[in-house]
């Protein structure tokens, strides 16, 4: 098969769980002898097309600076939507499925743009939704949160075969236009077998979180739980990886609680494998974050051993993820406290956190995206189904 994957950003240029999640997918399905190339920005050293690890890189505009200020930069998106246009009409014809992601919206609209201007029997057009936002986007954009509601909604109803990476996430799809039956759920992944080499911290805790430190991940509740479970267990210890606005107020949270010396704020550490090892050192991860739409640190938490609590919540897909190997509760100071307890003493799970882990294993999670393909190929002939090629009439003129 012949896979082209569209996106401005690319691993390991650009590091980030879209574009990790492509880098992981795309790499394995080369392994396998299919044909993948990239189209994305030119963030990468050396000329416009390489070749690394089997996969074709082919940029189609100019490396640019991603953000502004806090925010994702609309004028990066739009351009980069703009120049796929011209770009991609020659890959929905040379390529038998083209497959985009969600975020940005624009890059999606642009492929959409291109296809409808090729040929009547282009290649399909899938894409991955990594998140719906409804009404998240009241607090992203303020005063301009319509127009990001209007783009996601008319995002959702192009001529797409859609891949949602959680049931969560397929829901909340369908509440902007496209049916559930349409959509194909296809879980994000790990290197299950790379996160279980590291070695676990020397100067681990018992009590990890790991991520930013803005409202929604309610790590203010994680504090606040802990230093009640801490009274009932005066040797526990709490470590918080990560840094955010939120930061400063949650020290000072911290500093008023009667066990602030067993609080430790890491900030980010440097290398992954350094959080990775102090998931392996900890008895309980816990993120009882409001707004997750998958949670990659829940699976590798789960790989490392650890019994991980999220958030029941309707923004979360807390529950999707962790299953039976940890608690997925109210996001209320009461609940998780309670949650800490019982995962403290080792009463929470029925399932082996390694054993739920392996469920997200990449090569599983590519074997699905290839199904997927399979599938909307299926239903949607592409030009190298409808005609056959030179190779094929040239060996049929031999044998007539």
Known sequence: ?????????????????????????????????????????????????????????QAIAPGKE??????RSITEALDFGVRTIPALRGAFRDHDVVHTSIFPYFPVLGAAVAKAAGRADAAPLVTTWHEVWLDYWEEYLGRLSPFGKLVERYTARV?????????????????????????????????VEGVQAVAPATDGYDVLYAGRLI????????????????????????????????????????????????????????????????????????????????????????AAGCTVI?????????????GDAGLAVRPTTAAVTQALSRSLSGVAATTRPEQRAAQFDWDRIAAQTL???????????TPQQSEPSRASVESTALSD
């Open 1 to 57: 098969m012949d896979i082209a994957f569209v996106s401005n950003v690319v691993y390991p240029d650009v590091t980030g769980g879209a574009e990790k999640r492509i880098y992981e997918i795309a790499r394995r399905l080369a392994a396998e002898g299919h044909t993948v190339t990239q189209y994305s920005r030119h963030y990468w050293d050396g000329p416009e097309r390489i070749e690394r690890e089997g996969v074709t890189y």
């Open 66 to 71: 991603l953000y502004a200020g806090d925010r």
């Open 159 to 191: 001529d797409q075969h859609p891949i949602a990476i959680s049931e969560l996430t397929a829901r909340r799809l369908k509440q902007v236009g496209r049916p559930r039956e349409q959509t194909h759920v296809v879980p994000n992944g790990i290197d």
């Open 215 to 302: 409202p929604e991940k309610n790590v203010d509740v994680t504090i606040e739980a802990f230093a009640r479970a801490a009274q009932n267990d005066p040797d526990i210890r709490l470590g918080i990886i990560g840094d955010g606005p939120e930061r400063e107020a949650l020290e000072q949270l911290a500093a008023g609680m009667a066990c602030r010396e067993r609080i430790d704020f890491l900030g980010f550490l440097p290398e992954y494998e350094d959080v990775l090892g102090h998931m392996h050192a900890a008895d309980v991860f816990c993120s009882p974050s409001e707004r997750e739409g998958f949670g990659i640190t829940y699976i590798e938490a789960l």
């Open 310 to 322: 999220g958030a029941d919540h309707p923004r979360s897909a807390a529950s999707e993820v962790i």
């Open 371 to 381: 199904d997927v393909y399979r599938a909307v190929l299926d239903e949607t002939p």
